[in-house]
């Protein structure tokens, strides 16, 4: 019993990632004609937690974003991938904001 506390805590402790900047950079790899299953495997990240849009482990998404940049000769990553992304894809985030008539009642969380 001991030994599968320690497991779920093991898992409960470590910070996870929505995943779309994992699934963005994925396409965008594909997008430039290069597999990314490599770099997911080795930052530890199944293709099938991208593909279900599962959470992912914080620590994994940042090593694989870094291996995605240098594989696409590419060191503003984050502003590409923020050019290419759908913000419907943010979820309810997006909607949110794009329902709110400035930032301030977009974040204003009292309703």
């Known amino acids: 019993m001991e030994q599968v506390?320690?497991?779920i805590e093991?898992?409960?402790?470590?910070?996870?990632?929505?995943g779309l900047a994992t699934r963005l950079a994925?396409?965008?790899?594909?997008r430039k004609g290069i597999n990314p299953e490599p770099f997911l495997a080795k930052a530890g990240i199944s293709p099938r937690s991208v593909v279900?849009?599962?959470r992912i482990n914080a620590k994994s998404q940042t090593l694989f974003l870094d291996?995605?940049?240098r594989a696409a000769g590419d060191e503003f990553l984050g502003l590409t991938l923020a050019g290419e992304c759908d913000l419907r894809e943010t979820g309810m985030l997006y909607?949110?904001?794009?329902?709110?008539?400035?930032?301030?009642?977009?974040?204003?969380?009292?309703?």
């Open 10 to 18: 093991s898992l409960t402790s470590c910070p996870t990632a929505s």
């Open 67 to 69: 291996l995605v940049s």
């Open 26 to 30: 994925a396409r965008h790899l594909e």
């Open 95 to 111: 909607y949110v904001a794009a329902s709110s008539p400035d930032l301030g009642d977009a974040l204003d969380m009292r309703g």
């Open 52 to 54: 279900e849009r599962g």
């Open 5 to 7: 506390q320690t497991v």
